[in-house]
């Protein structure tokens, strides 16, 4: 069956632009969740869906950065004015419920110049 | 704050020998504890998981150990084969909340044929 899908896979933008990163999860998952991978570190949790509510948006590093899920389905994380820093692989997961194992994508790189 | 760490950036195993990884933790609220394993350019790929009230599991040729007083866990590969390298993570939860996930930085595991 189809596993988590990430677009686009690879991100190029300048230092300042507004990017938009698409997830969309394994069919019938309720729970998704948002993950970057800077270089050289583990992956750091960003923010948890539950349906299309967010009860858990710790990560989520500034103010910038923004994410919504719709039809308990699709989810997109906006990162405004990008900066350097945001460089990163994003990763997107799902689970069937919010203590099942995490399901992830391929990631989409972002890269900001 | 790393809560959990895998100090082992790198470990090379010839082929048909037993690899293992190591990841220690500091909060004593995690519950469940899971070892990923990630290819470049792809997500990570769920391997094993523990509950905190075992201290051994075992699928084929993965082992899972988990020593709570020392808040230290790892992974065994025997016998390891090539197809086992990879990067390894860690991750660690608290079950009771969101289960989000909270990343060691990984183990690159080389193994030699």
């Known amino acids: 069956g189809a596993g988590v899908s990430q677009s686009p896979s690879n991100k190029v933008t300048e230092k300042g632009k507004d990017v938009e990163l698409r997830c969309d999860p394994i069919s019938g998952h309720t729970a998704l969740y948002w993950y970057r991978q800077s270089l050289g570190q583990g992956l750091e949790f960003l923010i948890y869906?539950?349906?299309?509510?967010?009860?858990?948006k710790s990560g989520l590093p500034s103010d910038r950065f923004s994410a919504e899920r719709t039809g308990g389905s699709v989810s997109t994380l906006t990162i405004q004015r990008t900066q350097q820093e945001d460089s990163a692989v994003y990763l997107c997961?799902?689970?069937?419920?919010?203590?099942?194992?995490?399901?992830f994508g391929p990631g989409t790189r972002l890269t900001v110049l | 704050d790393q809560q959990v760490k895998q100090n082992s950036p790198s470990l090379s195993v010839q082929e048909g020998r037993i690899s293992i990884l190591n990841c220690d933790y500091t909060?004593?609220?995690?519950?469940?504890f899971l070892w990923y394993k990630k290819y470049p350019a792809e997500g990570p790929t769920f391997l094993i998981s523990?509950?905190?009230?075992?201290d051994k599991n075992e699928d084929g040729r993965f082992t899972v150990f988990l020593n709570k007083s020392a808040k230290h866990l790892s992974l065994h590969i025997v016998p390891s084969q090539p197809g086992d390298s990879a990067v390894y993570f860690c991750?660690?939860?608290?079950?009771?909340?969101?289960?989000?996930?909270?990343f060691g930085t990984g183990t690159l595991l080389a193994v030699q044929p």
């Open positions: 997961a799902s689970s069937f419920e919010a203590h099942n194992e995490q399901f």
């Open positions: 523990i509950s905190s009230i075992k």
């Open positions: 991750a660690a939860s608290d079950r009771g909340a969101t289960n989000k996930l909270i």
């Open positions: 869906f539950q349906g299309n509510s967010a009860p858990d």
């Open positions: 909060n004593s609220m995690f519950d469940y």
